[in-house]
């Protein structure tokens, strides 16, 4: 597996990366498992039963897990940070438009 930089050329970490990977693993198999998936509730019940540790036996994922919740919640709680910026600040209209935008992202998170 060759990487290309920008510019035709090839970094050393960039082949030692894509060397480690490939020969690490050449047969990935995608688990079926149902803990793995976010299935038949919401992101937020989800990221509840992980906190509480119902899936505590599926001890391989656990920091997987933690790494997609973490990155699925970043721009969330930017999200809220900035209502609460903006509001702290008097700054209405942007107070409203960040507002829509934390409805939307709720009620993504939310529905599926």
Known sequence: ???KMP???????EKTI???LYH???QIGISQDTAVFIRGHDFFTFVLQQVEGKYAEKSPFILM???IIVLVLT???R???SVVHFAW???WKYVCITLFVLIVVTLSLALH
């Open 1 to 3: 597996m060759k990487v």
């Open 7 to 13: 510019g035709g050329s090839e970094s050393g970490f």
């Open 24 to 26: 690490t693993y050449r």
């Open 79 to 81: 999200v809220v940070a």
């Open 65 to 67: 897990t933690a790494g």
């Open 89 to 91: 600040q008097r700054n």
């Open 18 to 20: 894509g060397y480690l």
């Open 75 to 77: 721009p969330y709680i």
